[in-house]
């Protein structure tokens, strides 16, 4: 794709857990089990303008949910030279608690959401205990207030955000879940975010257990792989080991924050 500038592309880690439990039905939380993981926001830094997807959880979710709270995802984009209260314009992949909270972080900003997702997050799905699992009811009401505050860009499927950044609906791990399509010096990476957790999710065609819709999921598995350049440009949303296949985004910043676009490690 000549002509279109590249970006810059970061993993930042904000949250981890590693713990065992009962793995006793289909829904059961694989965020509890004996698998680690982490708990990721992104930047997309281009020369005329910076992109973040996803905004996280705080120190209180992290503490309600059980998880492992290491920095504010503020803290860790200003680490980055990323002013977060100057960030224009957030992607949201999913409206579960990891994905989407922090809002007074983004003062600015225009959150970038499919119309299926909130649908979803505010329609007859939500009256089943099980599916709203992930969900916060406070993540979802601000979200409906960044509405009536003009501050909300609905997308519908596969549209163009600027040269070189695209969303794609993903649905099967949520209705409306969105991956983030973005031109870099390897060509095209995909973020996945929830639409594949881990990379076997992909490799194995094994669906993650909180899911909305199991054939979609294991079909938009394979989407992601015909949206990128090639296969290992195909981030998961909470492996591990993904700040073990690419280098330190800075020097200093070792297991906290990786650069995607650069060669992966080894």
Known sequence: MTGLEPYEVYALRYATMQKRSSRDSFMFDEHETNWPIDYFVFAVVGKKRTWVVDTGF???????????FLECPGDLLKR????????????????????????????????????????????????????RIAFEVEDVTNMVRRVFDGRVAFHQGEEELAPGISVHHMPGH???????????????LVLAADVAHFYRNMEEA????????????????????KLASDPACVIPGHDPEVLKRYPAAKPGLDGIAVRLDADPIG
């Open 80 to 131: 980055l030279g990323i002013a977060h209260d100057r960030v224009e314009d957030v992607i949201l992949t999913h409206l579960h608690y990891d994905h989407c909270g922090n809002h007074p972080l983004f003062p600015k900003a225009r959150f970038h959401l499919q119309d299926k997702e909130m649908e979803f997050a505010t329609g007859r799905c939500m009256c089943h205990k099980v599916m």
């Open 206 to 225: 094994k669906p993650f257990p909180i899911v909305w819709n199991v054939p979609e999921m294991l079909e938009s598995h394979k989407r992601l792989y």
């Open 58 to 68: 705080d120190k209180p979710m992290a503490e309600k949910r059980g998880r492992t």
């Open 174 to 188: 949520t209705m409306g879940i969105q991956c983030v399509r973005v031109w870099t010096r390897r060509g095209w």
